[in-house]
């Protein structure tokens, strides 16, 4: 017994030196890229059928995460379990929690809720769609970071929810649900760290692009978010949120004016596609994203000063972060020329605010444009079909956005009152509603100018 002491503090000796000798990545070290790949070939096998809400490959999906939290000594979040089994305008699904408890006397009334959504689009037409990207990779990267969070639960102060949100793909109705039947009070969010996304290059032509979204809102983000860059081999670009819209499950936080981030690097030519395999996943990167979450998450449990949501404050390294891909998309062969016209637009725009230092209300629309034509296929697509009717313009950027939005929102048919079920009390919202909570959390970020 005493033999056994011995090597016990030996061990634990050892790790203080670690920790004390590199502590600001001491968690990310412990990070396994090994598991991480295993668990998003797991996750898109086919007994998992895609993953598509309502399904027995969704039900799987759902009891491999919950077993590995498990057996990673993680906590059910509610008394009732691992699962929050829903029905939310029309759709029924099961978001699933886990629950790593905080050290700290005070800190440890508040929370940091740490996301991916784990449903993906299912079997279509006899075909089966992985869904290695969107989310896999993002719920494998939450799997092991809560791993390694739960074996040093002693260096967290506040709490850590882990959340894989379900019908992601069906306009958000997981988190929607959630934030309206939430496990704690949403005032005691220190901060949402949601990924998606994140296991292939932004358009697969930016290998180290790392987008960063939600900083603009809080000072005490943008700080911490700024510090950790080093954790990671990748090129962190902080961004603002009205650059892309709803496009994740931080949208239904971001509504309620919580302090979230969102992590990602965009979309590529496989996004929604049968062809989003784990063969195709960049899985140096994904470690080095994961890298960055598990050191933002850390400092998000230990930091003194709670983060607050207020007015949004952009930044003139957006914009460089901007003009930088604008230039080497330019180079890129293939591309048609209108969206080379937009682009060469964009640039010149670009290089304004920079000179100026300043940006204005409606420079946010140009970058948003910009912005849309970088992170996504469908956006491109349409400007590229649109454009020869009108020709490349300041307003065409902005109406095609607009236009974008509006598609993402109605086509997935989800915020309709026609689909309701029969007595499906909580389906009080519309599209309507969403899309004038979504305008009003854009507005909040409107200032006269940023620098």
């Not at 309701?420 to 507005?443: C, H």
Request: with cysteine; net charge negative.
């Amino acid at each position: 017994m005493q033999r056994y002491h011995f090597f016990l503090s030996l061990f634990f000796l050892a790790s203080a030196f670690s920790w004390a000798q590199n502590p600001e990545h001491f968690l990310a070290d412990q990070l396994s890229s090994r598991a991480i790949e295993q668990h998003v070939y797991v996750l898109t096998s086919p007994e998992f059928e895609g993953r598509n809400n309502g399904t027995p490959g969704n039900a799987a999906a759902r009891q491999y995460l919950i077993q590995q939290m498990e057996e990673y000594g993680i906590a059910p979040a509610r008394a009732e379990g691992y699962e929050m089994p829903f029905s939310y305008l029309g759709t029924r699904g099961v978001n699933v929690f886990g629950w790593i408890p905080g050290s700290d006397p005070q800190l440890s009334k508040e929370y940091v809720l740490l996301s991916a959504h784990y449903d993906h689009l299912g079997i279509k037409q006899g075909v089966m769609y992985p869904g290695a990207n969107d989310n896999a990779c993002g719920c494998a990267v939450v799997l092991d970071i809560s791993r390694v969070l739960s074996k040093n639960r002693s260096l967290l102060k506040r709490n850590v929810l882990i959340s894989f949100f379900d019908a992601e793909e069906d306009i958000m109705k997981g988190s929607l649900y959630y934030v309206a039947n939430p496990i704690v009070p949403l005032s005691q969010l220190a901060c949402v760290l949601d990924m998606d996304l994140i296991g292939r290059p932004l358009l697969d032509r930016f290998p180290q692009k790392f987008m960063v979204f939600g900083t603009e809102y809080s000072p005490v983000l943008r700080e911490l978010a700024s510090s950790v860059k080093s954790s990671t081999s990748l090129e962190v670009q902080l961004s603002g949120t009205d650059l892309i819209g709803p496009r994740c499950d931080y949208f239904s936080f971001w509504i309620h004016q919580c302090p979230f981030i969102f992590l990602t690097r965009g979309q590529q030519k496989a996004y929604h596609q049968p062809y989003d395999i784990p063969e195709t996943i960049d899985y140096s990167g994904l470690y080095q994203a994961a890298r960055f979450a598990i050191s933002l998450a850390e400092k998000l449990t230990q930091h003194p000063e709670r983060p607050q949501y207020g007015k949004a404050h952009y930044h003139i390294d957006e914009v460089k972060g901007v003009l930088e891909m604008v230039q080497e998309l330019k180079q890129a062969e293939g591309q048609s020329e209108w969206i080379q016209r937009f682009l060469q637009l964009g640039e010149g725009e670009l290089k304004k605010m920079i000179r100026s230092n300043k940006i204005r209300n409606r420079d946010r629309w140009l970058l948003r444009g910009l912005t849309a034509m970088l992170l996504t296929e469908s956006y491109r697509q349409g400007l590229q079909k649109e454009a020869p009717k009108i020709g490349p313009s300041f307003e065409m950027l902005e109406n095609a956005i607009d236009r974008e939005l509006d598609q993402f929102l109605e086509e997935q048919g989800g915020f309709d009152n026609s689909v309701r079920e029969e007595g499906d009390e909580e389906a009080t919202d519309n599209i309507q509603d969403l899309i004038k909570q979504f305008e009003d959390a854009v507005d909040l970020s409107e200032s006269e100018e940023s620098k």
